[in-house]
């Protein structure tokens, strides 16, 4: 609770003391929470190195066996979770194989690893399997239901996002709702789907409202690329200005690689809006090849565009095809068919694309 409302120092300082009362007296379960209160506290404290150092012990003890089930079900979603809020989603993606082990051998806790399956399915996403992710959420939703159980509201959202990622609008928004009314936040999904449908002025108000009103930096990190992306598509220069300037505090914070990528990438985005495409390039393509390092597919074939973009305005019309139809074909691969479409059209704007 003490973590919950913000103070983090005092919560991390609270779970230090029982971590030792815990070691005296070999309690496993409670000394694998006590480090796990421990890392998440100082994520919050900006200390990122330890925070994962700390992760990772807990994770030994999960790996070791060592804790009761119900106890390394909440590590393995709670600590995961806490990677993907930081980015680190190298960790998360290691864990959520584990995971996905340890979840097939739990026939008996089937109500709990409902929600750890949707960190799974989120992984699947980000490598590019979005038909196994979809797959994946909606047997959560079916197996919820013929149980009677309610669903976790994620596994919407992310319904929403992988169809809002196909060009299928309607179904993401009808699964963007559905999370909504379950009471999860279903930005900024919902405001990139607007600037898909043509709808700006009402994707501007959404992230200007929610940005406004968030202060945690975890959950800022999560929404300033959408938020530079469409003050780009409205041409708030200044407002995406100002907004890549956090994402690269954060980045420094943080310190991840895909916190590097998204930072990179609105930086480079910026300066091509801004008309200065020399300045651009270099940025742009750091952000390439790390979404590319990552394995990240739609990612990187997003920044190939914006790469194309900038090779046209400086003249180089051949390497701009080349980005282009290194692009495309990673848009056919991976089913996107809305940012094909748009690749497709007359007078296309790449800030209207993907």
């Known amino acids: 609770l003490t973590l919950r409302s913000g103070d983090a120092g005092t919560a991390h300082e609270m779970a230090a003391e029982v971590c030792a009362l815990a070691e005296r007296h070999q309690d496993a379960d409670l000394l694998a929470a006590s480090r796990h209160v421990q890392g998440r506290a100082a994520i919050q404290l900006g200390e990122v190195p330890r925070a994962l150092a700390l992760l990772d012990e807990t994770m030994l003890a999960v790996s070791r066996q060592e804790l009761s089930p119900i106890m390394t079900g909440l590590m393995y979603c709670s600590v995961i979770r806490a990677c993907s809020e930081i980015c680190e989603l190298g960790r998360a993606r290691e864990w959520t194989l584990a995971l996905s082990r340890w979840c097939d051998d739990q026939l008996g806790l089937v109500a709990f690893t409902d929600s750890c399956m949707v960190h799974r399915a989120e992984v699947m996403r980000f490598q590019g399997a979005w038909q196994d992710a979809l797959s994946e959420v909606i047997g959560i939703c079916d197996r919820c239901a013929q149980g009677e159980r309610i669903p976790p509201a994620e596994a919407f959202y992310l319904q929403g996002e992988v169809h809002r990622l196909r060009g299928n609008f309607e179904l993401a928004d009808s699964a963007y709702r559905a999370a909504s009314q379950r009471g999860f936040e279903p930005q900024p999904g919902l405001a990139l789907l607007r600037v898909a449908q043509g709808r700006k002025d009402a994707a501007a108000a959404a992230i200007g409202r929610l940005v406004a009103a968030t202060q945690d930096r975890l959950q800022r990190a999560r929404l300033l690329p959408a938020h530079v992306e ?6 708030d220069l200044e407002e995406a200005e100002r907004a890549c300037d956090e994402l690269d505090a954060l980045c420094a914070l943080f310190g991840t690689d895909v916190m590097r990528a998204l930072s990179a990438q ?31 597919p739609y990612e990187a074939a997003r920044v190939r565009v914006r790469i194309g973009e900038a090779c ?8 701009c095809m080349l980005e282009d139809d290194a692009a495309r074909t990673a848009f056919e691969r991976l089913g996107a068919a809305g940012v094909l479409m748009g690749l497709d059209s007359p007078g296309r704007s790449v800030w209207e694309l993907c």
């Open 312 to 319: 046209r305005e400086l003249g180089d019309e051949e390497a």
């Open 230 to 235: 469409i003050m780009l598509c409205i041409g």
């Open 266 to 296: 609105a930086r480079g985005e910026t300066a091509l809006r801004r008309g200065d495409a020399g300045a651009a390039l270099p940025s742009l393509r750091r952000a390439f090849h790390l979404w590319d390092r990552l394995d990240f």
